[in-house]
């Protein structure tokens, strides 16, 4: 997570109520406490956090008490860096079995004596599954750390047999000129399109990937035929469809020669194959949206995809149109 942390960016989190999630939990100053119970129930958040997506632990907010606004913010609730040091909550969360990799925590001063502080404890998914001091493995659920089942326990232990997926999203947006009719004036055409990157985050090579990406018909450019025929068949009144699905893998065809014709030399490409992705490397997808894109509100539209990948368990999201960093070079 490339973020900065100070006291005006927890400030955020509570000015525009933000909400604990699978991935984001707030703490009273109370929930960090030398006793044996606090100290499990550290360890237990902790790897709770690990063993689901990940995420932030931050120890220093407390939430609304009222039942209309639980699960978010209502003001910072300093801990006493004298008291519980970031040395001492790194030993107490030292003590989950096996040990996170990759885990930070930021003391955020908040007070100018410098003694009052609130800790973020940023949490990577890990690649397998942690137990807390009392022995037992937890997930996160609803807002909670619970106890986990013993096939998900599995599950979780073998995702680093098995390869993982980032998915990052933008819109890119440029021009080129073409010529329609020999003689007459190029004419600038205008193409934008969602570039959807895959990493593998994992530690092993995927040999085969398939993603089905749902875009809103608002900002599609056109609709699959396979999808119109689908609805056809299934007597569904296409012109009421919400979203537009695409389906993406990590095929490549190669050239296998050229045709040379009057017209100019053009490729020719052999039967498609899939092409691994290896640990850190990234494959990309491109998918044409309308030329218009930027007269569309798209403050309540949303991206979904599913992606699926060897034998790993299916992973799924969400991303906000309005959210996607949107490059235009039309200028350049």
């Not at 053009?266 to 491109?286: E, F, N």
Request: proline share 4%.
């Amino acid at each position: 997570m490339d973020k900065i942390w100070n006291k005006d960016e927890i400030q955020r989190y509570i000015d525009e109520e933000i909400e604990e999630s699978l991935r984001l939990d707030y703490k009273a100053s109370g929930a960090l406490d030398k006793t044996d119970n606090k100290k499990k129930e550290i360890t237990k958040d902790v790897s709770a956090m690990a063993n689901s997506a990940g995420g932030l632990i931050i120890y220093g907010i407390k939430e609304y008490q009222e039942k209309s606004k639980k699960h978010k913010p209502e003001e910072i609730d300093g801990i006493k860096r004298s008291e519980i040091s970031k040395e001492w909550l790194e030993h107490v969360i030292s003590n989950i079995q096996p040990r996170i990799d990759g885990l930070l925590i930021h003391p955020i001063t908040i007070e100018d004596n410098e003694d009052l502080v609130v800790y973020v404890v940023e949490i990577p998914k890990s690649n397998t599954a942690h137990q807390a001091t009392n022995c037992i493995y937890y997930k996160r659920f609803n807002f909670e750390s619970v106890p986990m089942e013993d096939y998900e326990v599995r599950d979780t232990m073998g995702r680093k047999g098995n390869p993982q997926f980032k998915l990052e999203f933008s819109i890119n947006i440029f021009s080129e000129k073409k010529i329609s009719n020999l003689g007459k004036t190029p004419e600038e055409i205008i193409n934008v399109n969602l570039l959807i990157l895959a990493t593998n985050v994992g530690k092993v090579y995927a040999n085969y990937v398939n993603a089905y990406i749902s875009i809103p018909v608002e900002i599609a450019h056109e609709v699959p035929v396979w999808q119109t025929k689908e609805s056809l068949k299934n007597g569904e009144d296409f012109d009421k469809v919400k979203t537009i699905q695409y389906t993406e893998d990590n095929t490549v065809r190669d050239v296998v020669d050229w045709d040379m014709s009057i017209t100019g030399p053009s490729k020719k490409y052999g039967p498609a194959r899939y092409q691994p992705i290896l640990p850190g490397l990234t494959h990309s997808w491109h998918i044409a949206l309308r030329d218009d894109i930027d007269e569309v509100d798209m403050e309540d539209l949303n991206i979904s995809w599913t992606l699926y990948a060897d034998n790993a368990r299916p992973i799924s999201g969400t991303i906000k149109v309005s959210d996607i960093r949107i490059n235009d070079r039309r200028s350049e």
